[in-house]
């Protein structure tokens, strides 16, 4: 029934002599008539062939005192958690309360586990077992299997079910469906698919949904290889009225395996039959139908072996760019029917990968949805259908989402900027991109090199060099460093002009900042490189710059190289300094 593993626990060695003794009917026989009757005394005990202990004569005592005033359970966890100290045979200990035992006082004892330790706790079941010939209510039975499986003690646990059924002791499906869970949860799926085949064949126990839908969550959810799918898909079919969460276990894993036709499928047939499917199981047929639909469109590296010298090269897949993203959107309108969504993360997937293959109109319908339930993510939802709508250059799409996440107070994030600006740049709309310029620094987004760039570029293409030159100074006043073909495009239309001082104020202003990014870098080589080619040129760096550049030399103990460039920096500023005054 389950693999068998050499195992050792003396607390409950008596399961293991039972089992192994289950061919000598005669022996068991007579074992559970002697020791079931407590009523009877056996002349062969102990305590007839000589006095008791001092110790056992002391519990004895205590015993009798505490049953007059205490309840029997309160008593039997006094002896058990008194007996630690000073060891004492559990059968001379307890042989006065063998004519009170029933299910409900070995519960209560059972439950006091913490008091009385692991080992005590099983030496009672093990003796209340054999008081009561394993004759114990469904309860006692399910709650020492989870004890069981929750210490590991699997050997043991199977001991215990053939001690039960060798005495026609009756195990309930609850049972079976703890010792499952618990043994998949340790990937002993083997022993738990034959434990679950034998439940009707030899425990005479028919599988209800519960232990079904427990088995398969573990061959679906637990196991990884894959091998037990068809087991699980024949289980799964063998159920008379599989319910949501039967339906759920074989949607994950036949989505784990990537049997997504069989899935899609299965979730019709769930459809049909009436049942809402629970939210995990959407979320991984969503997530891994849109994964499909990536992979899809992926470009796949193949290596070329026929030539004298191998080499790779990249081949797009030339799939079907829509096969799985088709069941995905079906699948989301169908849950949205019976009232459920999926989690964001999942929509936000989605609706990417209906972005990314130019569904705009399907990806805006969702996006309704998100707005409709005010969803967290529909501020994300309105950033990608945004970005999506400005590489398709759909101005008119644009322009009414974006005057809706202004009204709606959404906030539009630094990429939304940056994507209409360039996108309104690229057309040749200065007007307009200044105008989600302003309305950007209104709102307090901080532009990057991207949101300047794109505008420098526009104005310098529209040979406009005054706001080209204005927007690269305050791009630099901010720290950013201007593209080279930004930078030479403004330079160019300066020096054009006749605007030379404009042109070295530029070309220092750039240096500078040059300058200080490598000394915060720690790029101590290219900062003296950089300052050096500064005064050739005779620029003075400004005070926070010089202030950075003996910082870093000084962190790397080369404070002195920096003072001689700097005092030879600062006699070739000294006479500029005293032309200007």
Known sequence: MFCSRTRHHGAFSLFSNLFNETSKPSLLTSLFSSKSSPNIPNPKSATAKRPPSLATQNLQETSLTVSTATSPVASICSLLSNSVTEPVKIESLLSDYKGMLNSDIVLQVLRSYKQLGRVRTLEFFSWAGMQMGFKFDDCVIEYMVDFLGRRKLFDDMKCFLMTVLVQNGRVTCRAFSICIRFLGRQGRFREALCLFQEM?????????????????????????????????????????????????????????????????????????????????????????????????????????????????????????????????????????????????????????ELCRLGKMAEAFEILKVVEERKLSCVAEGYAIVMQALCEYRLVEEVSHLFGRMLSLDLKPKLVVYNSVICMLCKLGKLDDAQ???????????????????????????????????????????????????????????????????????????????????????????????????????????????????????????????????????????????????
């Not at 196991?223 to 276990?249: M, Q």
Request: hydrophobic share 40%.
């Open 200 to 352: 009707e064949t030899k425990f005479n126990c028919r599988p209800d949904n519960f232990v079904c839908n427990n088995m398969l969550y573990v061959l679906c959810k637990k196991e990884a290889s894959g091998e037990l799918i068809d087991v699980a898909l024949s289980i799964f079919r063998g159920i008379e009225s599989p319910d949501t969460y039967s339906y759920g276990n074989v949607l994950v894993g036949l989505c784990k395996f990537g049997r997504f036709e069989t899935a899609i499928e299965v979730f019709q047939e769930m459809g049909r039959a009436g049942l809402v499917p629970t939210r995990s199981a959407v979320n991984f047929l969503m997530k891994e139908l849109c994964l499909l639909s990536a992979k899809e469109g992926a470009v796949n590296e193949v290596r070329v072996n026929s030539s004298r010298k191998p080499y790779t090269i990249l081949v797009p897949n030339l799939g079907s760019k829509s096969g799985a993203i088709r069941p995905a959107v079906g699948v989301f309108w169908a849950v949205y029917d019976l009232g459920l969504l999926p989690s964001t993360f999942v929509i936000i997937q989605l609706m990417t």
């Open 435 to 581: 105008r989600v310029f302003q309305i950007m620094n209104k709102k307090r987004c901080i532009p990057d090199s991207v949101t300047y760039t794109a505008l420098v570029h526009a104005y310098g293409e529209a040979r406009n060099w005054e706001v080209a030159y204005d927007l690269l100074i305050e791009m630099l006043g901010l720290g950013w460093i201007p593209h080279f073909h930004a930078y030479t495009l403004v330079d160019k239309l300066l020096r054009e002009h006749g605007r030379m001082d404009l042109s070295n104020k530029l070309e220092r202003k750039l240096d500078s900042q040059i300058l200080h990014k490598h000394c915060k870098a720690g790029q101590l080589e290219s900062a003296c490189e950089k300052l050096r080619s500064m005064i050739e040129k005779g620029f003075c760096p400004p005070m926070y710059v010089r202030v950075a550049f003996e910082h870093a030399f000084q962190k790397y103990g080369k404070l002195e190289m920096a003072r001689e460039l700097l005092q030879k920096m600062d006699k070739v500023c000294e006479p500029s300094k005293a032309e200007v005054s």
